[in-house]
């Protein structure tokens, strides 16, 4: 079983910045992962975000983001990170991490993002 395990939420300032991370509770991220991280705001639908291949590091993001958020991973660190800059009142969501393993998806428990205006 691969549990995604996203850790980092917590209230911000609007124009703050915050990095959100990601890992495989009880286990790693190993080379054919496809990491993507998600977002729900209430009464809106999921919507992603942007992915990362764990083997390659090769990212595409969501055309709304228009550069203010970054995937990265570390292989080190077994980890991917969401980091967001400039966080607005558009953005209070809960923030998932989603792992696409061969053909299974495992979606975390989601961390929550609010934004204080």
């Known amino acids: 079983q691969v549990q995604p395990a996203e850790s980092g939420g917590g209230v911000v300032q609007a124009g703050d910045s915050l990095t959100l991370s990601c890992s495989v509770s009880g286990g790693i991220f190993v080379g054919d992962d496809m990491v993507a991280w998600y977002r729900q705001a209430p009464g809106k639908e999921r919507e992603v975000i942007g992915t990362?291949?764990?083997?390659?590091?090769?990212?595409h993001y969501a055309d709304y983001m228009r550069g203010r958020f970054t995937i990265y991973r570390n292989y080190h660190e077994n980890r991917a990170w969401l980091h967001m800059n400039g966080l607005n009142p558009e953005d209070p969501a809960i923030y998932y991490c989603?792992?696409?393993?061969?053909?299974?998806?495992?979606w975390g428990q989601g961390t929550q993002v609010p934004v204080s205006s």
């Open positions: 989603h792992i696409q393993r061969v053909s299974v998806v495992y």
């Open positions: 990362i291949t764990w083997a390659a590091g090769s990212r």
